[in-house]
């Protein structure tokens, strides 16, 4: 069953722009966190950024500080991952995954072992 849904994905040029969307499907639930994930072909899942849904507190690898931002807008319950000056080792597929539990952060590992709720992600693919 797919609880996330993320659009906002395409072929873009080195330094282009895109902007993701991640908006629950059916039962709403009350994630109180969103995180963004990537896996490119032959390499592990990465976190890129999460941020609580109460707070907007937000988490950035260091790979994407400076050209990503997460947000959030509650009156249309999507999260967004605006990606600027996007780069071919952004390339891969981009999932977002929601967690119910309360935490002291959004972030622990790059597996995202403690989001339970996930999209089927969209392909981001940058390239001349």
């Known amino acids: 069953q797919v609880h996330l849904v993320e659009s906002g994905g395409g072929l873009v040029q080195p330094g282009g722009s895109l902007r993701l969307s991640c908006t629950p499907t059916?039962?709403?639930?009350?994630?109180?966190?969103i995180g963004w994930f990537r896996q490119a072909p032959g390499r592990s899942r990465e976190g890129v950024s999460c941020?609580?849904?109460?707070?907007?507190?937000?988490y950035y690898r260091d790979s994407v500080k400076g050209r990503f931002t997460i947000s959030r807008d509650n009156a249309k319950n999507t999260v967004y991952l605006q990606m600027n000056s996007l780069k071919p080792e952004d390339t891969a597929i981009y999932y977002c995954?929601?967690?119910?539990?309360?935490?002291?952060?959004?972030?622990?590992?790059?597996?995202?072992?403690?989001?339970?709720?996930w999209g089927q992600g969209t392909q981001v693919t940058v390239s001349s």
């Open positions: 995954a929601g967690d119910i539990v309360s935490r002291d952060h959004c972030m622990y590992n790059d597996y995202g072992d403690e989001y339970d709720y």
């Open positions: 059916g039962f709403a639930l009350n994630y109180r966190a």
């Open positions: 941020i609580f849904t109460s707070n907007s507190t937000t």
